[in-house]
T-cell receptor, first 111, second 112 residues
Framework: QKEVEQNSGPLSVPEGAIASLNCTYSDRGSQSFFWYRQYSGKSPELIMSIYSNGDKEDGRFTAQLNKASQYVSLLIRDSQPSDSATYLCAVLAGTASKLTFGTGTRLQVTL | KAGVTQTPRYLIKTRGQQVTLSCSPISGHRSVSWYQQTPGQGLQFLFEYFSETQRNKGNFPGRFSGRQFSNSRSEMNVSTLELGDSALYLC???????????FGPGTRLTVT
């Protein structure tokens, strides 16, 4: 079983819709969770971090964490073509600085 | 504030050679981590340095090594290059006590 799992996609959503990206992790000791956006040929860009159960909102982005279910998700409201990218879920366990990444979900926002 | 910088951005090497990549963290960040990204394996952790000491190491062979200088700049070295070392090498920095890591643009290494 992979440590961090994501559906590779592509996830296709129409412009203006809500995109829902999901991630599960296996290490119950994980304490910090991150979403990165990576455009083709570019490096990952941090867009959200979440540490506590529940929702965290930042602009059009909402991260949701459920530690009991070992599940973290990212919602993108009012999706725009510029949101088309690969979204990487990353998990940090304990005090180590080693990020464990999922393989990423490719999001396509269509006109 | 300037972001993480990495040099060189692109590199072509031959099997058996060695290579050194450089990373300058965001000003004030003392933790530097290195990652390898390939289409097949995704993003994998190489090692992390803090205050010139390696704090964590991933599952890579000893051909991969690194170091950090007193100004927090870091270098990683790969010796005896193999074709499979072709990848995007990413450096990320974080502020002391904070978990958020910010990535540089990466160095694209091609081994022929």
């Amino acid at each position: 079983q992979k440590e961090v799992e994501q559906n590779s996609g592509p996830l296709s959503v129409p412009e203006g819709a809500i995109a829902s990206l999901n991630c599960t992790y296996s290490d119950r000791g994980s304490q910090s969770f991150f979403w990165y956006r990576q455009y083709s040929g570019k490096s990952p860009e941090l867009i959200m971090s979440i540490y506590s159960n529940g929702d965290k909102e930042d602009g059009r982005f909402t991260a949701q964490l459920n530690k009991a279910s070992q599940y973290v998700s990212l919602l993108i409201r009012d999706s725009q073509p510029s949101d088309s990218a690969t979204y990487l879920c990353a998990v940090l366990a304990g005090t180590a600085s080693k990020l464990t990444f999922g393989t990423g979900t490719r999001l396509q926002v269509t006109l | 504030k300037a972001g993480v910088t990495q040099t060189p951005r692109y590199l072509i090497k031959t099997r058996g050679q060695q290579v050194t990549l450089s990373c300058s963290p965001i000003s004030g960040h003392r933790s530097v981590s290195w990652y390898q990204q390939t289409p097949g394996q995704g993003l994998q952790f190489l090692f992390e340095y803090f205050s010139e000491t390696q704090r964590n190491k991933g599952n890579f062979p000893g051909r991969f090594s690194g170091r950090q200088f007193s100004n927090s700049r870091s270098e990683m070295n790969v010796s005896t290059l193999e074709l499979g070392d072709s990848a995007l090498y990413l450096c990320a920095s974080s502020f002391t006590g904070k978990n958020e890591q910010y990535f540089g643009p990466g160095t694209r290494l091609t081994v022929t």
